[in-house]
């Protein structure tokens, strides 16, 4: 794996794209939720991880995106 921007040796891909990054491009970004879940009383509960690795060039975005037609 190679990184996108300059071609070295990638230390991994973007938790978003999936793009490979070296250590010299790479950046980490806000907390991201990995998984929702209901907690036994029901409340949505969410695992979040702070720091993940992220190319810098693509634009997760802030809020939920609504897809009905996907229900």
């Known amino acids: 794996m190679i990184c996108h921007k300059c071609g070295q040796p990638a230390i991994g891909i973007c938790k978003f ?3 490979g ?3 010299d491009h790479h950046s980490t970004s806000l ?3 990995m998984a929702m ?3 036994r009383d ?3 509960k ?3 991880v702070s720091n993940v ?3 810098g060039e693509c634009q997760p975005q802030p809020e939920p995106i ?3 037609e996907f229900f």
């Open 53 to 55: 690795l992220w190319c």
């Open 46 to 48: 969410a695992v979040v």
């Open 42 to 44: 029901n409340t949505p």
């Open 21 to 23: 990054v070296c250590k």
């Open 31 to 33: 907390p991201t939720i």
């Open 17 to 19: 794209c999936g793009r």
């Open 66 to 68: 609504e897809m009905p």
């Open 37 to 39: 879940y209901l907690g």
